[in-house]
């Protein structure tokens, strides 16, 4: 019998027309006095959501952040840290998605902490694996309201994008779950189509990577992953549909499946080289190339990531063959896998490669692809750079 642990964090989630009503019981539950509100331009400026939160949560509300950027860049973080500790938050509500999400948690982690965030963030020692310092300190607690579905919504660790382009900054702190996360219809009812679809490309093509892994994980991993995969691509198609909230639920329930993969054992950043090669060339591309999304970036570079990196996980190539609905006798055919996949991104109407990418962003994002402790915790992605460059020739 297979040996695993399995740790579920206390959170509370509140799904369906009525959950963002919940708010001021949740915030009254905590004893916060000083709800701070981060959340992006166009949740502020092109939705009634800041306004809604603000009346609901009546004298708790502090004051908000509301221009949090795409992928969460250092400088906003820095800014809304300011301006939230200057009203002496005890409480951060996050109204967005994944940048949103992951920039909040790192606020908690500064505004706890104190001092340079790069100081909290992973080091990368020149030899050695990387070393993710400790963080001891309280931190404020977290709300987290979606507008769009992302397996951000209760995680720990948060990636901040330089503006330079350089590698992420990378943080991890268990004090900054969560303790409540609400999927209250009209907030995600103001995300546009293209987002929705955006976000919910992220959370199937991390479906899809995990069911690579089925067979080895543990019983508990293994339901999450298999009915993550089914409620996501099921979804996936009807997150064009702007009426069809139910689709916007089942995407945010498969992302929350896919956190609860990782508190039961799973390693879903790690679970083959497929993901692993993705993953971290993925981030490192909407790093230095902002106008990209995390979602198609990801889903572009698949097939030639199958390509490479076939060889070194077969199995991985099979179970996903077949997760995409071919035959027993093509399913471990990797031309099959990448034929499957690519007739997935044209039936989403996706471009055939990512588009805007310079020679010289591809070559700062093979750089970076090096610095990502989740894709690679034992420095082993170097061993093969060359087929990490090819993959960003034949994908941008």
Not at 220 to 225: D, F, G, K, P, Y
Not at 313 to 334: S, T
């Amino acid at each position: 019998m297979a040996e695993f642990s399995s740790i579920s964090p206390a959170v509370r989630v509140h799904s369906g027309d009525a959950a963002l009503s919940l708010l001021p019981r949740e915030a009254a539950r905590l004893g916060a006095q000083r709800a701070f509100v981060v959340c992006g331009n166009s949740v502020a400026t092109r939705t009634p959501l800041l306004a809604r939160i603000r009346d609901l949560l009546g004298d708790r509300y502090a004051g908000a952040y509301t221009r949090m950027g795409k992928d969460a860049p250092l400088e906003d973080v820095q800014e809304a840290v300011r301006q939230a500790a200057a009203c002496q938050a005890d409480l951060l509500v996050a109204v967005g998605a994944g940048s949103v999400l992951k920039g909040t948690r790192v606020i908690a982690m500064a505004l706890g902490e104190g001092g340079d965030l790069a100081q909290l963030a992973t080091q990368y020692p020149e030899h050695g694996a990387p070393v993710s310092p400790r963080l001891r300190r309280p931190k404020p607690p977290i709300f987290n309201v979606l507008t769009a579905a992302t397996s951000a919504q209760h995680r720990a660790g948060a990636a901040l994008r330089r503006g330079n382009g350089g590698p992420r900054l990378e943080f991890f702190d268990p004090k900054t779950r969560p303790a409540a996360i609400f999927w209250d219809t009209q907030a995600l009812s103001s995300a546009p189509p293209s987002l929705a679809l955006s976000t919910g490309l992220g959370v199937y093509w991390r479906a899809l990577m995990n069911i690579g892994a089925v067979r080895q994980a543990n019983p508990l991993v293994q339901a999450s992953r298999l009915h993550a995969y089914a409620l996501s691509r099921a979804a996936l198609p009807r997150l064009r549909d702007p009426d069809d909230v139910q689709a916007r639920l089942d995407m945010c329930a498969a992302a929350l499946l896919q956190n609860r993969d990782e508190d039961d054992g799973g390693r879903p950043f790690d679970a083959h080289w497929i993901a692993r090669a993705v993953y971290a060339l993925g981030a490192a591309l909407f790093n230095c190339v902002p106008h990209l999304d995390q979602g198609a970036t990801h889903v572009l570079m698949t097939a030639s990531a199958i390509r490479h990196f076939a060889d070194l996980c077969p199995d991985a190539v099979e179970q996903m063959g077949v997760a995409l609905g071919l035959p027993a006798a093509n399913a471990a055919r990797p031309e099959r896998v990448i034929d499957a996949v690519q007739s997935l991104t044209r039936e989403l109407g996706l471009p055939d490669r990512l588009e805007g990418v310079s020679a010289q962003d591809r070559e700062q994002a093979l750089a970076s692809s090096l610095f990502n402790f989740n894709a690679d915790r034992k420095r082993e992605l170097s061993l093969y750079r060359d087929r990490l460059q090819a993959i960003l020739l034949e994908s941008a």
